[in-house]
T-cell receptor, first 113, second 112 residues
Framework: AQKITQTQPGMFVQEKEAVTLDCTYD???????LFWYKQPSSGEMIFLIY??????QNATEGRYSLNFQKARKSANLVISASQLGDSAMYFC??????????FGAGTRLTVKP | NAGVTQTPKFQVLKTGQSMTLQCAQD?????MSWYRQDPGMGLRLIHY???????DQGEVPNGYNVSRSTTEDFPLRLLSAAPSQTSVYFC???????????FGPGTRLTVT
């Protein structure tokens, strides 16, 4: 069963604007973690941000923030002040109590100058 | 620290051949895993290990074997390569079963 859903195959954003990448998840485990990774064209997987299911506040890391809405099972990534170097694939992932991490299909973000 | 290393970076196999993809980490991480990434798709879990001597299957384990004799190494064996196994393979590790995973650079495998 699909546990992580990213409904936006591709997104465009103007340089210096903010963009939101959507992610919804499905789990019955009360303890889980949500992650976002960036994959540039060079292929490596770069960790961006983490949100634990018991965290009360939304996670932030520099220009990245995670809009965590637990009741809606949503974990959207917000990138503020987009830069050309932000153009990449972005993957949402979830880790339940057993430890294995499952990924969504990804969103390709293109930042326009 | 070298982090997570994978060898080889590229490999071409013929159908029916076998090979082992190597993965090693020097961070003393207990948890290690293997993923495959097909074009335009996310990563799918093949096998994982929560510690030396312990392995388990992920979403797409058929055609692959793993073993974990040491904390550092987690090789992935392709028993009889098929064109459907053409993919990019990533190894990852983490300290425990929570928290982010650290990924290796990937191995691009082509089976003809």
């Amino acid at each position: 069963a699909q546990k992580i859903t990213q409904t936006q195959p591709g997104m465009f954003v103007q340089e210096k604007e903010a963009v939101t990448l959507d992610c919804t998840y499905d789990t019955s485990d009360p303890s889980y973690g949500l992650f976002w990774y960036k994959q540039p064209s060079s292929g490596e997987m770069i960790f961006l941000i983490y949100q634990g299911s018991y965290d009360q506040q939304n996670a932030t890391e520099g220009r990245y923030s995670l809009n965590f809405q637990k009741a809606r099972k949503s974990a959207n990534l917000v990138i503020s002040a987009s830069q050309l170097g932000d153009s990449a694939m972005y993957f949402c992932a979830m880790r339940e109590g057993g430890g294995d991490m499952r990924f969504g299909a990804g969103t390709r973000l293109t930042v326009k100058p | 620290n070298a982090g997570v290393t994978q060898t080889p970076k590229f490999q071409v196999l013929k159908t029916g051949q076998s090979m082992t993809l190597q993965c090693a980490q020097d961070m003393n991480h207990e948890y290690m895993s293997w993923y495959r990434q097909d074009p335009g798709m996310g990563l799918r879990l093949i096998h994982y290990s929560v510690g030396a001597g312990i392995t388990d299957q992920g979403e797409v384990p058929n055609g692959y074997n793993v073993s974990r004799s040491t904390t550092e190494d987690f090789p992935l064996r392709l028993l009889s390569a098929a064109p459907s196994q053409t993919s990019v393979y990533f190894c990852a590790s983490s300290y425990g079963v929570t928290g982010e995973q650290y990924f290796g650079p990937g191995t691009r495998l082509t089976v003809t």
